[in-house]
């Protein structure tokens, strides 16, 4: 077996660092085409083994991965996401995630489609042919409405969605590879942490008219504190059905069962991931299918074609989902090129074998869907937008893990049909009426954080078809 894996050459105590910080994209595809299956690389100044065989990819998420777990690689992530589902480890995480599951469930999610599809219609109310809209903006308070109303039983207006989106750039920000913070410790108070700081308290001030909202508590709120309750999908409906929106499932397990480990501070923990994970992910998946849809007007015709035939001028519901199948494809198509969360991490518990290289115990590494959905070892022309890819017969032609949107194992994502049901949605409900043109003809560039977000926002011209 040979003994440590190939990689880039660094700079003393940064390694590489600073070509990461750079260009996070080029660098970890250049790795990969430098040094094949697994590469080692210094990030932070400490070694990181890079995977891009799928084989060694599902051992790590799927077959072994008990001799694995997250990282924690900063911990400022867990001043913002705490314990909740995305981080939490052990029997905990199994019992929160087998607590959540029901928020999840395929008969609940299916009878959010016409909510969902609600907040769309209320969106193009608001857009007209010939006017501008900023479509990763457009999108992200889409997203945000809904995944309010879904997982806590309450709505959001525009100005408290409009907060907490700027609310959202600094934390974004906090988490881009930096070559500073590798040097600066945590602690420093500088300019930039105390604006992560101040962020994450706005959110929790939001989070706290939320559970105000459905506590029906007495709180010196504002008049209007921009957050009010909604009358079916999540709030307590008259019926004395048990509603199943992911607050209420915490909040009965909790003063109904008398279950201690529900605290305040897990509550909160949950929320701000659900908030966290579940909004940003699906409206930029939304946002490059908008952006590749424009730049490939044959692509775009076919789904209008579908769209058309399906639906024929209707908003599209859960049943017409599954006849769909152009506008699905579209969507993994564009999560390939873009994947909103471009690079899992993992840490070894013991040693292993990876790729025939020894990689140690407490070893960081790292699992690149950005590298991975682009390597032509798995894609032919793998930088051409083609949703056929994702036709039956061409995935099986694929090894599993050459396309790990959401990640896999047991730590898959939680709210993978959830999300995929709702882009479809509103895709179909969006692109029966509009197309949307880009303002400008260059392609995007990418910045990478906890999410892949594009360096500027997406400006476009609304069409009426
Ligand atoms: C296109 C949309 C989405 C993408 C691409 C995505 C991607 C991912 C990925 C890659 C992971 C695995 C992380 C890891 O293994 O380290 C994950 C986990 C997770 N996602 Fe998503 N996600 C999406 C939508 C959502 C939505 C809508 C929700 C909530 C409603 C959500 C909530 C979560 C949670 C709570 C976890 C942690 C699950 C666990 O560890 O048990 N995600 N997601």
Same mark, same amino acid.
């Given at each position: 077996m040979r003994a440590t894996p190939p990689g880039p050459k660094g700079v003393p105590v940064i390694g590489n660092t600073q070509r990461f910080a750079r260009d996070p994209f080029s660098f970890l595809s250049s790795c990969r085409d430098a040094y094949g299956d697994v590469a080692r690389l210094s990030l932070g100044g400490d070694p990181a083994y890079m995977l891009t065989n799928p084989a060694d990819i599902e051992r790590v998420l799927v077959s072994e991965e008990r001799k694995f777990r997250k990282p924690m690689l900063n911990d400022d992530i867990r001043d913002l996401l705490g314990n909740g589902l995305l981080l939490s480890e052990g029997d905990f995480w199994r019992r929160e995630r087998r607590r959540t599951q029901p928020a999840f469930d395929m008969r609940r999610i299916a009878g959010l489609a016409g909510m969902m599809t609600d907040h769309t219609e209320a969106m193009l109310g608001d857009w007209a042919d010939g006017e501008a809209?900023?479509?990763?903006?457009?999108?992200?308070?889409?997203?945000?409405?809904?995944?309010?109303?879904?997982?806590?039983?309450?709505?959001?207006?525009?100005?408290?969605?409009?907060?907490?989106?700027?609310?959202?750039?600094?934390?974004?920000?906090?988490?881009?590879?930096?070559?500073?913070?590798?040097?600066?410790?945590?602690?420093?108070?500088?300019?930039?942490n105390r604006e992560y700081h101040a962020a994450i308290e706005t959110l929790e001030d939001i989070l706290e008219g939320v559970l105000a909202e459905r506590r029906g508590t007495e709180r010196d709120l504002p008049a209007d504190d921009g957050i009010g309750g909604t009358d079916?999908?999540?709030?307590?409906?008259?019926?004395?059905?048990?509603?199943?929106?992911?607050?209420s499932i915490l909040l009965r397990a909790r003063n109904d069962d008398g279950d201690e480990?529900?605290?305040?501070?897990?509550?909160?923990?949950?929320?701000?991931? !659900? =908030?966290? *994970?579940?909004?940003?992910?699906?409206?930029?998946?939304?946002? %490059?299918?908008?952006? $590749?849809? #424009?730049?490939? +007007?044959?692509i775009e015709a076919e789904l209008h074609a579908e769209l058309d035939e399906v639906l024929g001028g209707r908003v599209p519901t859960t049943a017409d989902v599954r006849d769909l199948t152009y506008t699905e494809r579209v969507l993994q198509e564009a999560m390939r090129l873009y994947p909103p969360v471009h690079m899992l991490f993992r840490e070894a518990l013991t040693g292993v074998r990876l790729g025939g290289y020894r990689v140690p115990k407490g070893s960081?590494?790292?699992?690149?869907?950005?590298?991975v959905h682009r390597d032509p070892r798995y894609y032919d022309d793998p930088l051409e937008f083609d949703p056929d890819r994702f036709a039956s017969d061409r995935t099986a032609e694929r090894p599993n893990y050459a396309y790990f949107p959401f990640g896999g194992g047991p730590r898959h994502c939680i709210?993978?049909?959830?999300? !995929? =049901?709702? *882009?479809?949605?509103?895709?179909?409900?969006?692109?029966?009426? %509009?197309?949307?043109? $880009?303002? #400008?003809?260059? +392609?995007?560039?990418?910045?990478?954080?906890?999410?892949?977000?594009?360096?500027?926002?997406?400006e476009a011209i609304v069409r009426e078809r």
């Open positions: 809209v900023t479509v990763d903006t457009e999108m992200a308070r889409l997203t945000v409405k809904i995944i309010v109303e879904a997982m806590f039983g309450v709505g959001f207006d525009d100005a408290t969605v409009e907060r907490m989106q700027a609310n959202l750039e600094p934390l974004g920000r906090h988490f881009e590879p930096d070559v500073l913070r590798t040097l600066v410790p945590d602690w420093v108070p500088t300019e930039e079916g999908v999540g709030g307590i409906d008259a019926n004395g059905n048990q509603p199943m929106d992911l607050l480990d529900v605290d305040d501070a897990l509550v909160r923990d949950e929320l701000m991931t !659900m =908030l966290l *994970a579940g909004h940003d992910t699906t409206a930029l998946t939304l946002t %490059y299918t908008w952006y $590749l849809l #424009a730049r490939n +007007p044959a960081l590494l790292v699992l690149p869907q950005w590298a709210g993978k049909r959830f999300s !995929m =049901l709702e *882009a479809t949605l509103i895709l179909g409900t969006v692109a029966q009426k %509009y197309r949307l043109e $880009l303002a #400008a003809d260059e +392609p995007i560039d990418l910045r990478g954080s906890l999410t892949m977000h594009p360096t500027e926002p997406i």
